[in-house]
């Protein structure tokens, strides 16, 4: 790779701040356990392999100032980008709360190191199957694929913010909180059955002390809802990878 000049050097800068954009917000290449330095390389190292199939050229820029607001309008198209596929981990993160929440596991939490704070003990385990979900159906690559073409939907010092794109990013978050709750609803629906069953239990046997037979009930029959939820869920999350991507694309569209 060449820069040669400074309108080159201007175009480098352009896809280096869209790149860092996008790293940075990722949930599953910008995560808080990896180093500064190492995101800043990898932002870096895009930069460097997307450039020349960057369109080579733009626009006369006027003053440092235009400059200087084209480099942040780059960073919110990559930070976009990111927060699309952030609200799409949301979805198992906040699945694995409310399944926690229902089988009385709402006290149990571990320390997430990509947000800083304690998540649920399924949503973490959920949030794992995720990633490594990702990488194996090649989300990477197709990753890679959109910030590729991203110059040809959106190209480089040619953007325009508007309500299309933050009412994209609304409908995506309605979208979310709904598949986190269809994800949910099978553990949702179980233990809904078990309390019904132990509320007439109560009413036939009142002398029945319903905190030692129901929490280790609701704890024993949410997991062996989970074990055979595996294989739907696995399904479940290789669609969710999959209108991630598309949700991903379709929000270049709009700006």
Same mark, same amino acid.
């Given at each position: 790779?060449?820069?040669?000049?400074?309108?080159?050097?201007?175009?480098? !800068?352009?896809?280096?701040?869209?790149?860092?954009?996008?790293?940075?917000?990722?949930?599953?290449?910008?995560?808080?356990?990896?180093?500064?330095?190492?995101?800043?390389?990898?932002?870096?190292?895009?930069?460097?392999?997307?450039?020349?199939? !960057?369109?080579?050229?733009?626009?006369?820029?006027?003053?440092?100032?235009?400059?200087?607001?084209?480099?942040?309008?780059?960073?919110?198209?990559?930070?976009? *980008?990111?927060?699309?596929?952030?609200?799409?981990?949301?979805?198992?993160?906040?699945?694995?709360?409310?399944?926690?929440?229902?089988?009385?596991?709402?006290?149990? !939490?571990?320390? $997430?190191?990509?947000?800083?704070?304690?998540?649920?003990?399924?949503?973490? &385990?959920?949030?794992?199957?995720?990633?490594?979900?990702?990488?194996?159906? $090649?989300?990477?690559?197709?990753?890679?694929?959109?910030?590729?073409?991203?110059?040809?939907?959106?190209?480089?010092?040619?953007?325009?913010?508007?309500? @299309?794109?933050?009412?994209?990013?609304?409908?995506?978050?309605? $979208?979310?909180?709904?598949?986190?709750?269809?994800?949910?609803?099978?553990? &949702?629906? &179980?233990? *809904?059955?078990? @309390?019904?069953?132990?509320?007439?239990?109560?009413?036939?046997?009142?002398?029945?002390?319903?905190?030692?037979?129901?929490?280790?009930?609701?704890? &024993?029959?949410?997991?062996?809802?989970?074990?055979?939820?595996?294989?739907?869920?696995?399904?479940?999350?290789?669609?969710?990878?999959? $209108?991630?991507?598309?949700?991903?694309?379709? !929000?270049?569209?709009?700006?």
């Amino acid at each position: 790779m060449q820069i040669a000049g400074t309108q080159e050097f201007m175009l480098f !800068s352009l896809v280096l701040m869209r790149m860092s954009g996008f790293i940075f917000l990722n949930p599953i290449l910008g995560r808080r356990n990896f180093p500064a330095m190492a995101k800043t390389g990898m932002a870096l190292a895009l930069a460097i392999l997307i450039y020349p199939l !960057s369109g080579g050229e733009i626009s006369d820029i006027g003053t440092p100032i235009e400059y200087g607001v084209l480099l942040m309008k780059e960073f919110l198209i990559g930070y976009l *980008l990111g927060f699309i596929m952030q609200l799409f981990a949301f979805v198992v993160t906040y699945a694995g709360s409310i399944i926690d929440f229902h089988m009385a596991l709402g006290m149990a !939490s571990v320390f $997430d190191a990509q947000n800083g704070v304690q998540v649920a003990l399924t949503g973490n &385990i959920l949030n794992m199957y995720f990633l490594l979900l990702f990488f194996a159906v $090649d989300g990477h690559l197709a990753l890679m694929d959109i910030l590729v073409n991203s110059a040809e939907i959106v190209p480089y010092a040619q953007i325009s913010f508007g309500a @299309d794109a933050a009412l994209a990013v609304l409908n995506v978050f309605y $979208d979310c909180v709904l598949l986190a709750v269809k994800m949910a609803f099978p553990v &949702i629906g &179980i233990v *809904l059955v078990l @309390d019904v069953g132990v509320g007439i239990l109560m009413k036939i046997i009142p002398q029945i002390n319903v905190f030692i037979l129901d929490i280790p009930l609701k704890i &024993i029959l949410g997991f062996v809802m989970l074990i055979f939820l595996l294989a739907p869920f696995s399904n479940f999350l290789g669609n969710l990878i999959t $209108d991630m991507l598309k949700a991903a694309q379709h !929000s270049l569209t709009t700006v």
